[in-house]
């Protein structure tokens, strides 16, 4: 049923063979949660978007191999991405971060062939010497992916989420990066209140005209523990129904250039970790419906 390039066919376009992420936590945090009064982006929990394991205190080796076996059990894949998920890992000293990730390749090897390295970080922690970092490594034979963390390009949709960050710092971040050897993945969010049905759309195509190839698309859901679970809890946020998102990815997608990839869909979560929407839950189910929708735009 599939009307967009997702991830997966990119991935055995480009190599082949059944390709996955392998999702690691080095502890690297993040400054706007740690260091402002305003304690980080509302809808961030204490995992910093990842897995918990650095929290958990289970150590790469141990993250590597646990979770590589379940990749070849669960996907029969053997060439993985290493996703320094977490929080933002351009977070940590260029040479530290240097330092765990030949680390995390050489513990990978062992189990795995590795064919790319994704990073996940905010556009107001991108330095240039990490910039030149991705690069030196693209220039090793790997695929670099940069993800970073927009999740909208709206001024006031920015302010709500407590970012941190304005929309000029996005623009510039993505502009610095277009040139490079590696790709760049945005992360956007759909259902912030006050924003209206085609504000995905718009920060999706701008993005692409700055040199943005892919894109993982996230409704606003609420998480345990995080100032937006207070806002929930006392009315004053509403999250999208299933129906409501699927129209509003589905648009976003369709005002996409040919050929951009589709990283995600929507958000995985589960309770008890997951408030609200319960839908997120189900993934299959969620997925379905934004194809469905795809389709009938397709066909109309």
Known sequence: M??????????????GERVHKLCLDLGAGCPHREGLSRGGCI??????????????????????KSGAAAIRARYKAQALILYFQSYSATNLPLDRLAEEVEKAIRLTERHARIVGLAFGTRPDLLPEDALDYFDDLAGEGLDVWVE??????????LRWLRRGHDVSCVEEAVKRCRDRKFFLCAHLIAGIPG?????????????ASWGVCAFKFHPLYVLRGT???????????APLTLDEY??????????????????????????????????VADKARAVARIER????????
């Open 43 to 64: 809808f961030c929990d204490e995992r910093g978007g990842g897995s918990g394991a650095a929290l958990a205190g289970i150590p790469l080796e141990e993250q590597i």
């Open 293 to 300: 929708r795809l389709l009938a735009l397709s066909e109309s």
């Open 2 to 15: 599939k009307t967009y390039r997702s991830w997966s066919s990119y991935l055995r376009e480009r190599f």
């Open 246 to 279: 699927a129209e509003i990815v589905a648009s976003a997608i369709a005002s996409l250039p040919e050929g951009a990839i589709i990283q995600r869909l929507t958000a995985d979560a589960k309770p008890p970790r997951l408030v609200a929407p319960l839908w």
């Open 227 to 237: 100032a937006l679970e207070e806002e929930y809890r006392a009315g004053r946020f």
């Open 148 to 157: 970073i963390g927009v999740q909208s390009l709206s001024e006031e949709s």
């Open 195 to 207: 924003e209206d049905d085609l504000q995905l759309a718009r920060s999706a195509a701008a993005l």
